[in-house]
Every structure is written in C-alpha cells, then in structure tokens.
C-alpha cells in the first residue's frame, strides 16, 4: 500500500496541530505562541522556527501507525509497506540513528493460481524478485517470450520513473509568478522551471513513451510488451492499488508508474517491512523532531483560527488557544478547508471547488491474527514449518488474470463487494519477530474493490463487515488450506471506517483520486497547487498536495519551501 503511507515528518521550524496521534507526549508544556503550525503531520526542513506537533489519536503518525488490536499481534494498522519516502529526508532527519529499520524483500511478489497441478504438482505460480536470472525462469514457464523482454521492460519503468523526480521535490511550476506581477517577480519565478525542464532533459526521446504511459489504460502498453495473463495481470494489480479504477481505463498507467517511484537502501521501486511495523517510521522522525527541539503532544483536536483575512493558529476542543504566524495542514484538503477552516474566511467558489475534489476509495483494509503460516497449495510449507521466500512477498490473490480484476472492478462500481476480491495480502512477521508470539503471525489483507456505501446509499453495519470478512477469508482459504481456521482475531476497516478513524475523507489512502486531473499543477485544486491557500498563512502539506499518494515528505518539504520564503512577509 504504497497510497497508505502516512508517517508525519518533523522538524526545527514546526509547530504540528494534527487530527492524529503519539503514544509518548513531550514533557514540554504547550505554549501558548508558536511561529508556525501544521495541521496533521509535516516537514520544515530547518526553517528555525520553534516546532510543535498536535495529534488527535494517542497513536503517532496518521495512518503509518502500528497497534496492538489483539492482545501480543503488532499491526501495522493502515499503512504496510515503506518504499515513498524520499531519500533525502530519510538521511536530513538521520532516521536510522533514531531506531528506523526496514526489513528489505527479495522476493518481492508472489502470485498462485487456483488450477489444477500436473501430475501431483503443486497449482502454478509466478515469483518475482530481485535475481533477475530466477525472475525469468519464472515467468518463463508462462512465457519464454516475456521472460526475453521482461529486463527491457524494467529498465523502460526505471528510465521514466528516475526521469520524474525532480518534479517529486520541488514544488510545481509557479504560474502565477510566471504570468502576473512584476518583472522581478516574473523573474524570480522562471527559477520554478527547473525541475521540469531537467525531468524533460532526463526524459529525452522517452517523453512519447511517458505521455502514453500516464495518459493510456495500462493493459494498452501491457499487451504490447507481454503475452503471459499472469504477468500482465500482475502487474496490473500496481495500476489500481489503491485507486478506483481498472486496469483497462485511462490513466491507470500512471497509477503503475506511481508504484515504482520508490527506492528504499538506494534500490530503485524496492518495499519493505519496518520493524515493530508502520509506527517505526513515525516513532524515528519523532525522535529526530524531538532532538531538535520539537514539542509533541497527543490527543489533540484543533479548528483553525482566523482574523483579518490570515491564519492566527488553531482552537483547541478544551478551548486551549494557541497562536502562530502560519499554519500548515496535512489533512486531507476536504477537512482543511470543510472542517477545520471557519467557512466565511474562504470565497464561495473556492468552497465549491474544494467539494468537487475526488475522493472515491475502492479499499478495504483487514488486519488478521493467526496462530500459524498460512500453507499455499502452490508453494506448500516445509517440513520444519518455517517460512519459505514467497511469505515474505505482496502475495497476489485472485490475479490470475486481468478479467478476473476487470470483474472485481465492475462489481465495486455496481455499489456491491466484489464476490471474488482482488487481495494483496502480505505477512511481515515473516521477516520482523517483534509482530507476533513465536509461532503466530499477523496478516494485512488489502482488498479491492469495496464502496464507501452499499448500494450507493446503505452504510456498512457490523453483518457487512462479518460478511464481507468471510468472502475474503474464504478466497484465502482456497489458496491456502487451514487459513480459516488459524485466525485469532481480525480488525475489518471499509472505506468509512477508515475516514472514521484515520480522518482520510473518503477512505482515500491517497488524500484523493491520482486521477489525471488531479496531479502536480491540479492537485488538490489549481487555485492552491503551490501550497498555499486563499488564507493568508494558512498552507497545505499532506498527500492532498503535489506529488500526493503517499510520496512521504515530499509534500512536506515542497510546502516548507513556500513557507520560508513567505516567513519573513507575514
């Protein structure tokens, strides 16, 4: 769940007021006077400004949280794979130092098939992972054909994946800047361009293959590279995770490309586990926060205060006012400026445009505890019962085939659960004993596709969840024999119930769709791509915000520029 990722980034020059939370709080009182505040987690990278973080839960983190749901089972809640944050974030706030580790997998993807074996043999599957020569005798059983051409297609996704980064930290391009005011402002704007000019350079005579790739459905480049159903369908699964959409619609390719932006220990598109799960990440960056002097504290809930046109700091539930010369959000845009912001500070039309923004989640999320490894009749367990290399992977259930998605999909959109759900399930206590009691193991379920309401209009009650639980129980159970009876206890999150408790409007992982129409210059809404909002002061920094999807920091980072260079004005 690449769009899941939702660790709070911290540092000098941020005062946070969240809708989230910390297990541990400072042991410095709240004051009363801040130079800035950020609703929901974020990043100001060395601003020097006195910092603050305010969360609403007890748990620290947004949705990149770990929870102890079933007595002695460590969950990574929301958020389960870390692979988006960015690289120099990551060494800036010296996460290692400050207990970050990711537990790296290779494999990666694991794939079975339901069909019968040859012979006694096991049913098929399809492996993938970082020895390339093992990764083609995989798909070679499919396909010698795809197997030849699959390096290509690797190095096709690296050279257009690495060609977009800079645009991933830097904000976008400053139009306003770039078409009113001054010759100097026009001046000091063209500065906006060069991230987009060298990702133009990087990309060079790929730029056809980069327009088609973000632009067309993914089956369309798909097909013509691959002829395998297990691959393509594969594959695809990074084209929709997480977004309402098919692999056969437009701008699904993006959604694929999105997937592979991300590098963990300098391996380009690699995922892992964090140890002691998603909270891990959120635990380092508040001691890195800490370290320079941050102030954090739990359970808070704040509306934004406002006063001659401009952000003064926040309210707090217990009436507790607390003032600063900016506020920054990582919310969602729709909480920001519905919820938090007093409606008369903004313009009608903004307010009207802010209401339009997508947020359709086709996801639900579940977490389960079992107390033994679940045994895949396509990889069946050893005999000593320890783990073979594909638990360790996203392991792709009802992927066999891209109609088998397509399906799954046109149900959803039907306003019902899909009766045979695409699952990606994993399990990292595989690879980190700190999740589970020896022998037990803690399992994420990341299930599509799922509406925010039945039938477009009925919420889900407590039977729904049950029912819907045992569809997907019962497709593991085919896969793996033994899976139902293992289970201990179970957490089912729907698209509601995780804008219930995670705050993520929608149930959207992302902070809203990565449709086309909103990225980079449209994200979350052309009027406020470059951060700041029709508030003086007030400014957004969440995934909400370009690059979006769960790009850890970045967003962060990009507004903390905006900030800084406004801070002296305000």
Not at 28 to 47: C, H, R, S, V
Not at 221 to 238: C, G, I, K, Q, Y
Not at 335 to 364: G, H, M, N, R
Request: hydrophobic fraction near 40%; charged fraction near 20%.
């Amino acid at each position: 769940m690449a769009a899941a990722v939702r660790a709070g980034l911290w540092h000098r020059g941020v005062i946070s007021v969240t809708r989230r939370g910390s297990h541990s709080h400072s042991n410095t009182a709240l004051k009363p006077q801040y130079d800035a505040i950020i609703i929901g987690a974020a990043y100001l990278q060395k601003g020097g400004l006195k910092t603050t973080v305010l969360e609403c839960r007890h748990v620290l983190g947004g949705a990149a949280v770990s929870e102890e749901i079933i007595p002695g089972f460590l969950f990574s809640r929301a958020s389960y794979l870390l692979s988006l944050l960015r690289p120099h974030i990551y060494q800036d706030l010296e996460l290692k130092k400050h207990g970050l580790k990711v537990y790296m997998r290779d494999p990666y993807s694991f794939t079975p098939m339901l069909e019968d074996g040859v012979r006694g043999r096991p049913p098929p599957s399809l492996t993938l992972g970082a020895d390339l020569a093992k990764t083609q005798k995989e798909i070679g059983k499919f396909s010698e054909k795809d197997a030849k051409v699959y390096p290509e297609f690797l190095s096709y996704l690296e050279r257009l994946a690495c060609a977009i980064h800079p645009l991933l930290d830097a904000p976008p391009v400053d139009i306003p800047g770039l078409t009113q005011g001054s010759l100097r402002k026009k001046i000091s704007a063209l500065r906006s361009l060069k991230p987009l000019v060298k990702s133009g350079n990087d990309l060079g005579k790929n730029i056809p293959d980069f327009y088609e790739l973000v632009t067309a459905p993914v089956m369309k480049v798909l097909n013509r590279w691959f002829e395998s159903e297990p691959l393509r369908a594969t594959l695809a699964t990074d084209s929709v995770i997480g977004a309402n959409t098919s692999p056969n619609n437009p701008g699904s390719g993006y959604v694929l490309l999105h997937h592979v932006m991300g590098e963990l220990e300098k391996e380009k598109g690699a995922w892992g586990y964090v140890e002691g799960g998603m909270g891990g990440v959120s635990q380092s960056i508040a001691r890195s926060a800490r370290s320079l002097g941050a102030d954090i504290f739990t359970n808070r809930v704040s509306i934004q205060e406002v006063g001659d046109g401009s952000a003064k700091g926040v309210v707090l539930t217990d009436e507790t006012e607390v003032h600063s010369k900016v506020v920054l959000s990582n919310a969602t845009p729709y909480i920001t400026f519905k919820q938090l912001t007093p409606q008369d500070a903004l313009p009608e039309a903004f307010i009207t445009a802010v209401d339009q923004i997508d947020y359709t989640s086709p996801v639900t999320k579940i977490n389960v505890a079992v107390d033994k490894l679940p045994n895949f009749l396509a990889a069946p367990n050893s005999a000593d019962g320890k783990p073979g290399p594909h638990h360790q992977c996203s392991i792709h259930l009802n992927c066999e085939s891209v109609e088998v998605l397509e399906e799954a999909y046109r149900e959803g959109q039907q306003g019902r659960p899909s009766s045979r759900p695409m699952i990606e399930m994993t399990i990292p206590s595989v690879l980190d004993p700190t999740l589970a009691p020896p022998g037990c193991h803690v399992v994420s379920l990341f299930i599509q596709f799922t509406p925010y309401l039945l039938e477009g209009r009925r919420v889900w009650t407590d039977e729904d969840r049950e029912r819907f639980a045992d569809t997907a129980f019962d497709w593991v159970e085919r896969y793996a024999p033994g899976f139902k009876k293992s289970i201990v206890g179970k957490d089912v999150l729907t698209p509601a119930d995780l804008e219930r408790v995670f705050s993520l409007t929608g149930g959207n992982i992302f902070h809203g769709s990565m449709s086309l129409d909103q990225l980079y210059l449209a994200r979350p809404l052309p009027s406020v791509a470059d951060y700041r909002s029709p508030v003086k002061g007030l400014y957004l920094c969440g995934s909400g915000s370009h690059p979006g999807g769960g790009v850890m920091g970045a967003a962060g980072w990009n507004s903390a520029l905006k900030v800084l260079a406004d801070f002296k004005r305000l």
